[in-house]
Structure formats: structure tokens, C-alpha cells
């Protein structure tokens, strides 16, 4: 059985992804993500779910990280340090890289800005990460005896990474967030046919099918290009990592072939370092930047420049990159806050905003926001939202659920009216059953995995020796014995068994006599039933040996004469139990007599 | 035949500059698997090989020579070259290119199955970057590669040795070539003479190839010129596929030692030689035409190829340096003489230094390693077998092991000393259920299996067998062959043995009176003397001798029954 529940973050909603999942008796906790649309308890998920008494550390066998967002790996020092958990954490090179960095400048942001108490520490994200175990894509981790795991390409950010958990013949594929579009510097994630019992697939867009990645690119370089043409300032609220260099190549791009000359600028000092990592993991990008990245790596940028606070306030039109994405906090609300009176300015939000967020308020029509000290902050700047955001839109999931062949289907990370339809897509086009669990809600899903064993290579090769023969149409019946020891299963033939367990076979015959009116000599007796069980055995062996007895198969057949009756004959019809169904059908049908002989 | 051969795994970008030979050219159709680092350096060094012979192109080419009689009389070594007559032309970069498209990219400890038969794994090997050994092994049968491989801490990931226990054969190549030489004392050698050359006004030359051990070399050159006090002395990499090379060495953190891989993750270059590029320490070139020859300022440190010294920008610079002995050539690679490689240039009077840095097994690493990872078979090229030729009282040179090594030759066909008796078979779970099992021995229980096989891909499944099928309404045929009963419906063996007593008594419950019992040698004959029926028993057999009446012979049979077990 496989059961996953939705521990505590991940179900309907995009916030805090954290599911913990149960197969074949290993726990393994996939994601342990924060939520950012709050600040006090509900920011993290709520980890008595796992166990209520005890410790994290014996009950989970591993915990695997699939990227670098903070809705993925947010809770993480929290959940280690500050819960306690002591176990390996697996996630990918890239990931093992950033996360520690995001970490601390989400740290900063709460603690030192927002002044939040009870947070995890930066002594505490350095421990934390001590527990981390990199994986190489497809490498097969043995996490112990039974469990492993496998990681697999998933686009969507720098080292993002899709996880197959496997349990002797039991899997669970959890996708983690991923796209199956190549953009401007990653790959389309990719599985192979790996068949496992469960796909658990973030579903963000689980209606959207988004339309050609080029008509969005146009869509966002003609608004950026416009604005700055009649003199405004564009905002482009942007995570350090991920959608920020694609939308930096393609502005970058833009701007060598227009010929402009419009500051664009990037905020904070992780830029630069946040480039770096793209340029030495360059192989984690897609095809076309890693083939060329010797003449020329995409990642060093001619026209963008490092952001310094005092530019925001600069005269004239520019382009901003400001961290973080959902103007939640930090350097992207402080110039919003800047812009927002001016009509001629524009943010554009190229990514999903969690709820609670300025981001989310903004796109979903508020133009009166209410600020820290009662203030409240008229937007007149224009608000655009460009879906930038990697994630597999409808056709993707479809894409990657028929990669895989899952026997079924879970839904997290999305919105419930959105994924049921997905469902209903799924569950119509696979025929597989699909689930979409509530935060807290447990899912069991019963398998029936088949047993693995060994079989002799003798038995075998008479098997298959015998299915080449061309009567072997019709299925045909292998005869072994199982040995079961410890938990070692082994078939073999029986005799092979008894010679293994130093058991004797015990031979069981039976003799039938069988009386025949018959006045010719037993030779000619003998003669008569060969020729009979010729022609009535076609598929049969039968025989007539020279001592004058007759076989089918294995089945003896004699001819004696008792001495007080010269007209009857007595067929001894000899066989072993092995042999019983023929042995006892020869006896019946000699009994029956023979046919006259021509005369 | 290569068109039989169904998969080439390689170990390290050294052993597969033959590649576009096999696949372009003899029928070759299977599938080679190679980790991306190898792929990508041994693409580099074939592009530096096809690039160096293409730059001389030669206007006629003699064939004549390899005709056996004339070879026989030319000058060593030449004349005790081998199979000359299967000599190639230098591929060209297509061909290259068209090789290498066809290699499928693996991980280490990436699980790939072949055919659904075996699984081969490559596991760091230590050597260079992505560099690997390889399991190949089924369910029963372990086989471990071990080609190319260091215990020493240089830039790449260390070894797996753990991985390779429990192996019933191992294949070991791949050893060190200079077994008497240790890398760590040939560095410092390096190092010295270098300084010693260039203090003097002298120019050093390094015959290398593009790339591996030169980043080893850049690195400690890092660490030394300024403490040597030669930080001012220009290092020149002068290869077509110099900058490649070094651009490359950066990018593949995962595949690096856990030091460089933590300098990835500040982020930084995992090698220092960023750090001389940056500072206009180390400059590198396609070739000493262009740039080169404006940027050129002596005393200088010049790394080029070919190490072979017959060809590549390296002969431009013996010929320019050989004459003053201020000038110092310093040899590192190992896989060439370099006796042999100045032959042609002599008389010189460059100094020549001998420093070969060889990271592969030597014989105590070899017996260290085995010793930990204790194969039941190793296997092994001839030479690894004996001492080598020039040094034939070093006993202590050649593989220790037990059992001993089994030995190959070139061209040779060799049988692996392990007999397969297993292969994996699944259960399927009806079938599993439906199984009885009961317990022979503590710990060891029994049950007979029927069942159908479905074998597909190699993969053997057991499913439970079909159920009898329901007898066919409407009109019965009737004709003798179709009651003939299907042998093929086999009875299970029978084992234990028949205590006469308590049969006797058993008879006697089940209605059978005036019994009698015979005492022969064997056993014992039970007579039922009204049913003429005869009973043989002895230890492992059971005879029933009776009229024909099929049910007073099942009655008996199955009283008989009880008394075993069923196999």
C-alpha cells in the first residue's frame, strides 16, 4: 500500500508544498515549503501531521527538496532545526547551491525588516544544509536496503528536479514543479516510461492552455517598449533566480537589435552572484545556450546594469528587475511604492502571486492598497501580468502523465475549481483514477505488487525449450517448487528441490490388470493394442519395444497369458502417480477391448 | 564482427579516440553509453588531433612500405610495428561529430538496462573528469570494469569503491605506466625544474594533451609562481581547443572533488586557472599563428600538444628552443617514450626532463583495492601478470591476488569463471496468493508451483494458470482423441515414506479386512486378499498392483497419499 497524504501545505492550493508519502512502509516527505502570503504560524506547514508523538528523525526515512523556491523549500531549517530532524535531505547540485542563499535573504527580510520572532537563524540554514545529499540527474540513490530514488529534469528553475521513489516493485513519481516547453535557458522536463503505481503533479495551470511562447515574448517586449518610449519606468517584480535570466536574455536581446539605449537595471547584490551559478551549471540549461557558452556565455549581459536604491528616483525612463516576485516585501515594493502614483509607469508581473501578497491584491483589480501604518497607496501605474511563470500549463501535465503511465494520478499544488477539471480530463483521456486531496488529507492507495524471485536457470531453459515447440500455442503450465527462506523465494524444479532439502523421492506406481478376451498368442496380443494406441494416440508417444511390451509415454503396457484360461489374455498396465491422468484413461479404454483385427 | 556487438560502454575521454572507426565505419548499429564529461573532453581532444594532422596535409601517401618483405628491412620502429596493413587515415571532424551523436549520456550510479537481461552502472573512477567504471550485472551475476582509475585526491570526483564489492569477476586495466614513479613527487619535480629554467632566462615546453592532467599542473603553478617569485613569467596554452578546454573544466561541478564542488556552490570557478586568465597570467591560443606571435614574450612556460612531439604547434617550438641549453622540455604524459619522441630532433641541446604523471592504480593501490573490495575472479591483460620487460627483477610489479588473475591476451576469447544458475522472475500476486507453502525445515518452507510463464523482453512473469474451461454447451463432439487426457497437467513428487502399521490400520478404518503382511528384504507387501490387490512398501517406493476397478485404485491411492508430501 501506498498512501500519500497531503501533510500539511500542498493540496488545494499554491503556498506551502509539503507532502509526505508512505510506500511499502518508507516515509519520505517530499517538499517542505513556506507559505508567503502569511507572517505568524500558518507560513509554515504543520508537522504533527507526520507523527504526533516522536521524532521526525525515526519516522521519516529521507526528505526530498525539488527545487529552490520558497514555496518548495521555504520550512526547511525550521522543519530541521527548529522541529528536529536529523535525517538526509536530497536534492539536486543547483538547488543544494541556492537554497541556502534564498534562505537568508528571506531570513533577512522577516527578521530584520519585518522584525519577525520565533524565525530559523543563519547559524540554523548552515546546519541545516549540512544534512543535504546531492544527487546527479538519473543517478539511482540508494537511500537504504529497499528505498531508492531517482531524479529526473524538470525545467522550470536552475536545477529543478522531478523525483521517482521506489520501493522494490512500488513507485511514486512526484514531479515537484516543472515545464514542458524548452524556454530561453532551460530544457522541457522529461521522464521515461517508468510506470509507477502514483504521479503526484503540481497542477498551478491546470486549466490554462497558454498560448505560443513567441506572442507572449512580443506581447511583453512591445509594453516594455512602449512605456519607455513615452517616458516611463517599468517594474518587473522578479525571484533572483529563474524567470529574471530568461527575461533578461530576451530584453538583453531586444535591446542589441533596437538599438536602445534605456538604462535596464537589476536589483540587489545577488544578481551578479545569481548569474554566476547559471553560467557554472550551465549544463543544467537548455540545449542552445550550453552548446554555445564558449563563444559566448548567455548569462554575461552587455546592457544590464546593478541597481542602486538612489536610481529609483532617477529622471527619465528606465527597466527594473527587483526582487522578490510577489511584492511581498524588500526591494520591489519600495519602488512600486515609488511608481505607483504615475500613470505613466507600468509593472508587469511576470509570475503567479500567492494570495495575501501586494501582487496578488494589484492583479486581481485593487487600486487602493492599504499600507503598514494605516496608509493607503493609490496605483495608477499600469498593471499587466504576463504568464512567465514555468509551469506546465494543461497540455504539459497531460504530456508528462502520458510519459510516465502512472496507475493513477494526484493533483497538488493548484486551485480546486481548476484542478477538477484537470481530474475529469485525466480520468476521460488515461482511464486511470485521479485525486486532488484538501490540505490535511490522506490519500491510500491499495497495490497489488508482484513478488520478485529467482528461477532456476535449468528449469528455465526447459520451459522455454518447450514453448518454441509449435504445439505450444495454447498457454502452457510450468511445474516447480518454491523454496522460501527468510525472504529469499526461489523456484525450481521439484526434483531440484528434493535434492536441495536431502529428501528422497518416493516413488508411487500403480499396476492395473486388465482382462481381455483374446485367444492369440500374447505377442500378437501385444501387437494389436500397439497398432489400437497408434492410431487412436496421435499425439503420443507409443512404442512397441522388442521384448514385446508396449509404451505411451512413460506408461508400461504388458501382455500375459494365465495358464487356466488359454482364450484370455492379461494386460498389465503399469505407471507411475506422475503419469496417472494417462495411466488411467489406458486402462478404461483397453477395457473396452480392441477392435476386431482386419481379417 | 562489430555489427554483433550490441553496446560499447567507455570509461574515460583517453579510451575512446577510436570511436568514429567503430561507428562510421564496420556495421556497428548498438548503442554506446559514456558520461557527458567524456564526451565533451574526448570530443575536444579529437578535434585537437583531427585539426593538428589536417593543418599538414600530406600530397601522396606511400602504402608500398606495408607490404611484409619490404617492412622487414626498414629501421625500428617501423619495422616491428603491428598489422600495419589495418593502419587508418586520421578521421575527419565529421565523422567525429557523427560518432558522437550516437553516444547516449549516463550518470554515475545511473541504473541502465540492457535488453531487460543486465544493467550497467558506471561509478566514478577517479581518474578525470567523468571518468568511469562499470558494473554489469543481472539479478545473480556482479561483473565490475576497472579501467582508468585513482585513489589520489586530484580534481575529479574520488573513486567508488564501495559500489564494486561483492563482484564475482573483475576486470582490471587501465593500470598506471610508470608504476615505479609517484605523481606527487613528479609535481614538485615539475615545479623545481620549471623555476630553475625560467630563473635562468630559459624557456620551459610542456608536450601535453588539452586537457586532465594540465589542470592539475595550472593548479599548482597557481599555488607556486608567486611564492617562487615568477608571477611576472607568461604561461601560454597554445591548442585549437585550448579555450574550450579550459571553459569546460568549470562547468561540471557535479563531477568534480568535493573541494571544488564547494567552491561552485559561493559561487566561484572550481579551478584556479580562472584566476590566471583573469590576471593575464595564463593566456591561451589556437595556434602560435595570430595573436600569438604579437602577445609572445620570452622567458615564457608554453603547454601544447601533440605529447607525442610528431606533430602539432609543439614542433615549432622544439625546433625554435632545442638549440640553447638555457631551454628546458618537460615531459608529463606517461603514454609515450620520450626517448623515442626526441629521436628525430637530436642533436639538442635543450635540457630534457623526465616527470611523468600518472594518476592510474599502481601494484599497491591494486592490491589495496582488491583487498577491500575482494572479487571472487579478477581478470587481467597479460603484461599486469609479469614484470615489465626493462625492470624483470621487480617481482613486486605485477598483480598479487587470490585466487590468481586470469590472464588475456590481444585478439583473445575468454570464458569468465562463474556459472549462472538464477534469473529473476516475478509473481504475480493472485498467483502468490493462491500458493499453500508449508514449512520442510525451520526457516525453509516449500510450495509447489503451477503456473503459466510469460517471458517478454527478457522479463520472466508467472501468472496464475487459466481456469479449467467451462464445458462447451450445445452439441458434445464425440470422437476417442478428444477424451486423451493432457499429460501435460503434471502431478507434483512425492516424498517421505509409508510407516506399515498405521497404513494397515488406516486400511482397516477404511473398510479393507483380511489384510495380511509380508516381510520381503525391502519392505513389506500388503495383501487385500478379496480385492486381489497387492501392495509393495518400501523405504522410497510404493507399488499398488490391482484388477482394473479405477475406483478401488483411487480409494487406495489416495490413502497411500496421506502419508506424503507432495513436491
Known amino acids: 500500500v501506498c498512501g500519500a497524504s497531503v501533510g500539511s501545505g500542498a493540496g488545494q492550493d499554491v503556498g506551502r508544498s509539503c507532502i509526505l508519502v508512505s510506500i511499502a512502509g518508507k516515509n519520505v516527505m517530499l517538499d517542505c515549503g513556506m507559505h508567503m502570503g502569511f507572517s505568524d504560524d500558518r507560513r ?124 522494490g516493485s512500488e513507485s511514486v513519481v512526484y514531479t515537484g514543479d516543472y515545464n514542458m516547453t524548452p524556454d530561453r535557458h532551460l530544457g522541457a522536463a522529461w521522464i521515461d516510461k517508468c510506470r509507477p503505481n502514483l504521479l503526484i503533479t503540481e497542477s498551478t495551470y491546470a486549466t490554462t492552455i497558454r498560448d505560443s511562447k513567441r506572442c507572449r515574448e512580443r506581447d511583453f517586449l512591445k509594453k516594455v517598449h512602449e512605456t519607455v518610449e513615452r517616458g516611463g519606468k517599468v517594474l518587473i517584480p522578479v525571484f533572483a533566480l529563474g524567470r529574471a535570466q530568461e527575461l533578461c536574455i530576451l530584453l538583453e536581446t531586444f535591446w542589441e537589435r533596437m538599438n ?74 519600495q519602488i512600486f511604492r515609488k511608481w505607483a502614483g504615475n500613470e505613466k509607469n507600468m509593472v508587469i508581473m511576470p509570475g503567479y502571486c500567492v494570495q495575501g501578497t501586494v501582487g496578488h491584491k494589484i492583479l486581481s483589480g485593487q487600486r487602493k492598497l492599504e499600507m503598514e501604518g494605516r496608509q493607503v497607496l493609490e496605483v495608477k501605474m499600469q498593471v499587466e501580468y504576463m504568464s512567465f ?21 494526484l493533483l497538488v499544488h493548484g486551485e480546486a475549481k481548476k484542478m477538477e477539471f484537470l481530474k475529469q480530463k485525466i480520468e476521460q483521456e488515461f482511464r486511470v483514477n485521479c485525486y486532488m486531496p484538501a490540505n490535511g488529507e490522506t490519500v491510500v492507495l491499495p497495490t497489488s505488487p508482484s513478488i520478485p524471485g529467482g528461477i532456476s536457470l535449468g528449469l528455465l531453459k526447459r520451459e522455454m525449450a518447450q514453448g518454441l515447440l509449435p504445439e505450444a500455442k495454447k498457454p502452457r503450465l510450468l511445474h516447480g517448487t518454491l523454496i522460501m527462506k527468510d525472504s529469499n523465494f526461489r523456484l525450481v524444479s521439484s526434483e531440484q528441490a528434493l535434492k536441495e532439502l536431502g529428501l528422497a523421492e518416493h516413488q508411487l506406481r500403480f499396476t492395473c490388470r486388465v482382462h481381455l478376451h483374446d485367444t492369440r498368442k500374447e505377442q500378437e496380443t501385444a501387437m494389436r493394442v500397439y497398432s489400437h494406441l497408434k492410431s487412436i494416440l496421435k499425439d503420443h508417444c507409443v512404442q512397441h519395444l522388442p521384448d514385446g511390451s508396449v509404451t505411451v509415454e512413460s506408461i508400461l503396457i504388458q501382455a500375459a497369458a494365465p495358464s487356466e484360461d488359454p482364450a484370455t489374455k492379461v494386460l498389465l498396465v503399469s505407471w507411475t502417480y506422475q503419469d496417472e491422468e494417462l495411466g488411467s484413461y489406458l486402462t478404461s479404454l483397453l477395457k473396452k477391448g480392441l477392435p476386431q483385427a482386419p481379417s | 564482427d562489430l555489427s554483433t556487438v550490441d553496446v560499447i560502454l567507455i570509461s574515460n575521454y583517453h579510451c575512446m579516440m577510436a570511436l568514429p572507426y567503430i561507428t562510421e565505419h564496420t556495421g556497428f548499429s548498438g548503442t554506446v553509453y559514456a558520461t557527458e564529461p567524456t564526451v565533451q573532453i574526448g570530443r575536444l581532444l579529437m578535434e585537437e588531433l583531427v585539426n593538428f594532422i589536417e593543418r599538414v596535409p600530406k600530397a601522396q601517401s606511400a602504402s608500398l612500405w606495408k607490404n611484409k618483405d619490404i617492412q622487414r628491412l626498414l629501421p625500428s620502429p617501423l619495422k616491428d610495428a603491428v598489422e600495419v596493413s589495418t593502419w587508418r587515415r586520421c578521421y575527419t571532424m565529421q565523422e567525429v561529430n557523427s560518432a558522437l551523436s550516437k553516444i547516449q549520456l549516463v550518470g554515475y550510479s545511473q541504473k541502465i538496462e540492457l535488453f531487460g537481461a ?52 573483475l576486470v582490471l586495466t587501465g593500470l598506471t605506466q610508470i608504476p615505479t614513479a609517484n605523481p606527487d613527487g613528479m609535481v614538485g619535480e615539475f615545479c623545481s625544474n620549471l623555476a630553475l629554467t625560467v630563473r635562468n632566462g630559459g624557456n620551459v615546453l610542456v608536450p601535453c594533451y588539452p586537457s586532465g592532467v594540465i589542470y592539475d599542473l595550472l593548479e599548482c603553478l597557481y599555488q607556486y609562481i608567486d611564492s617562487a617569485g615568477l608571477s611576472s613569467v607568461p604561461l601560454y596554452f597554445i591548442s585549437p581547443v585550448a579555450n574550450s578546454s579550459l571553459e569546460f573544466s568549470q562547468i561540471f561541478a557535479e563531477w568534480l572533488c568535493h573541494n571544488k564542488q564547494s567552491k561552485v556552490y559561493l559561487p566561484e570557478p572550481p579551478f ?84 611523468p604523471i600518472d594518476t592510474r592504480l599502481n601494484f599497491i593501490q591494486v592490491s589495496k583495492l582488491l583487498k577491500e573490495v575482494q572479487p571472487l575472479h579478477v581478470v587481467c591483460p597479460e603484461q599486469y601478470t609479469q614484470p615489465p620487460p626493462a625492470q624483470s627483477h621487480r617481482t613486486d610489479l605485477v598483480i598479487d591476488c587470490q585466487p590468481p588473475a586470469t590472464s588475456y591476451r590481444r585478439a583473445e576469447v575468454l570464458t569468465l569463471p562463474f556459472k549462472r544458475r538464477y534469473e ?13 507453502p508449508m514449512e520442510i525445515k525451520p526457516g525453509i518452507s516449500l510450495a509447489t508451483v503451477s503456473a503459466v510463464l510469460h517471458t517478454k523482453d527478457n522479463k520472466h512473469v508467472l501468472q496464475p494458470p487459466p481456469r479449467p474451461a467451462q464445458p462447451t454447451s450445445g452439441k458434445k463432439r464425440k470422437r476417442v482423441s478428444d477424451d486423451v487426457p493432457d499429460c501435460k497437467v503434471l502431478k507434483p513428487l512425492l516424498s517421505g515414506s509409508i510407516p506399515v502399521e498405521q497404513f494397515v490400520q ?22 487385500l486378499q478379496e480385492a486381489e490387490t497387492l501392495i509393495q512398501i518400501e523405504e522410497d517406493s510404493t507399488h ?18 496421506k502419508f506424503l508430501q507432495k513436491f
Open chain 1, 44 to 167: 509554515f506547514p504543520d508537522f504533527s501531521y507526520i507523527t504526533q508523538s516522536g521524532r521526525l528523525t525515526d519516522f521519516l526515512d529521507c526528505v526530498i527538496i525539488s527545487h529552490f523556491h520558497l514555496d518548495h523549500c521555504g520550512a526547511l531549517p525550521y522543519f530541521s532545526e527548529m522541529v528536529g530532524y536529523d535525517g538526509p535531505i536530497y536534492m539536486t547540485h543547483p538547488t543544494q547551491a541556492i537554497c541556502p542563499i534564498l534562505l537568508e535573504d528571506y531570513r533577512k527580510i522577516a527578521v530584520d525588516k519585518k522584525g519577525e520572532a520565533n524565525f530559523f537563524t543563519s547559524q540554523m540554514i548552515k546546519d541545516c544544509m549540512k544534512k543535504v545529499v546531492a544527487v546527479h540527474l538519473h543517478q539511482t540513490v540508494q537511500v537504504d536496503d529497499e528505498l531508492e530514488i531517482k531524479a529526473y529534469y524538470a525545467g522550470h528553475v536552475l536545477g529543478a528536479a522531478m523525483f521517482q521513489i521506489k520501493v
Open chain 1, 260 to 333: 536602445l539605449k534605456v538604462p535596464i537595471y537589476f536589483s540587489t547584490g545577488l544578481t551578479e552572484k545569481a548569474n554566476h551559478y547559471y553560467k557554472l551549471f550551465i549544463t543544467w540549461t537548455n540545449q542552445k545556450i550550453r552548446k554555445t557558452f564558449v563563444q559566448r556565455n548567455m548569462f554575461e549581459f552587455k546592457h544590464i546594469k546593478a541597481f542602486d536604491r538612489a536610481f529609483a528616483d532617477n529622471p527619465g525612463p528606465m527597466v527594473v528587475f527587483a526582487t522578490p516576485g510577489m511584492l511581498h516585501a524588500g526591494q520591489s515594493l
Open chain 1, 389 to 409: 511563470s514555468a509551469h506546465a500549463d494543461a497540455k504539459g501535465i497531460m504530456q508528462l502523465v502520458g510519459q510516465a503511465e502512472p496507475d493513477s494520478v
Open chain 2, 118 to 169: 543486465v544493467q550497467v552502472t558506471p561509478l566514478s573512477s577517479g581518474y578525470a573528469l567523468g571518468s568511469s567504471n562499470w558494473i554489469i550485472q543481472s539479478h545473480y551475476e556482479k561483473v565490475s570494469y576497472v579501467s582508468g582509475s585513482s585513489l589520489l585526491t586530484t580534481h575529479p570526483q574520488p573513486m567508488d569503491q564501495a559500489s564494486l564489492k561483492n563482484s564475482d569477476v
Open chain 2, 272 to 355: 584556479p586557472h580562472a584566476e590566471l586568465i583573469q590576471t593575464n597570467k595564463l593566456k591561451h591560443y589556437p595556434s602560435i599563428h595570430g595573436d600569438f606571435s604579437n602577445d609572445f614574450r620570452q622567458p615564457c612556460v608554453v603547454f601544447t600538444g601533440h605529447p607525442s612531439l610528431r606533430f602539432g604547434d609543439v614542433v615549432h617550438f622544439m625546433e625554435l628552443w632545442g638549440k640553447s641549453s638555457l631551454n628546458t622540455v618537460i615531459f608529463t604524459e606517461p603514454d609515450f617514450s620520450y626517448l623515442e619522441a626526441l629521436a628525430p630532433y637530436q642533436p639538442l641541446a635543450m635540457k630534457c626532463i623526465y616527470c
Open chain 2, 424 to 436: 529473476r522472475i516475478e509473481i504475480m500476486p493472485e498467483l502468490a496468493d493462491s500458493l499453500v
Open chain 2, 506 to 527: 488406516t486400511l482397516e478404518k477404511h473398510g479393507f479386512s483380511d489384510i495380511k503382511v509380508e516381510d520381503t528384504a525391502k519392505g513389506h507387501i500388503v495383501l
Open chain 2, 544 to 561: 499398488i498392483i490391482c484388477d482394473n476397478d479405477e475406483m478401488l485404485r483411487v480409494r487406495l491411492r489416495d490413502l497411500v497419499l
